[in-house]
Nanobody, 123 residues
Framework: QVQLVESGGGLVQAGGSLRLSCAASGRTFYGMSWFRQAPGKEREIAAAISWSGADTYYADSVKGRFTISRDNVKNSMYLQMNSLKPEDTAVYYC??????????????????WGQGTQVTVSS
């Protein structure tokens, strides 16, 4: 069974940190990313990483605060989130591509999705 399972979400005060994890199983995922969706808003990309981990992409809103990484031996991906702001509150989704090893940024580039983990940042 092919699965992406997120963990690590929760409630944190502004300025705090969280580390999200995405555990993949059932197949190899090449390009991977973290998307997020706030209430009443469209799903948007937060960060993306290539298969090798050498190339990354960050949305301007998280650049300098979030760090994406992966461990292909463990078949896992991570998102270290520092200096969190109330506007970071959203459901965070792990996404994986079976088609490309490069950094990808759009929803249609990913064919596997996790169920999401809630991140809430209080002011």
């Amino acid at each position: 069974q092919v699965q992406l399972v997120e963990s690590g979400g929760g409630l944190v005060q502004a300025g705090g940190s969280l580390r999200l994890s995405c555990a993949a199983s059932g197949r190899t995922f090449y390009g991977m990313s973290w998307f997020r969706q706030a209430p009443g808003k469209e799903r948007e990309i937060a960060a993306a990483i290539s298969w090798s981990g050498a190339d990354t992409y960050y949305a301007d809103s998280v650049k300098g605060r979030f760090t994406i990484s992966r461990d292909n031996v463990k078949n896992s991906m991570y998102l270290q989130m520092n200096s969190l702001k109330p506007e970071d509150t959203a459901v965070y989704y792990c996404a994986g591509s079976s088609r490309t090893t490069y950094v990808r940024r759009t929803i249609s580039d990913f064919d596997y999705w996790g169920q999401g983990t809630q991140v809430t940042v209080s002011s």
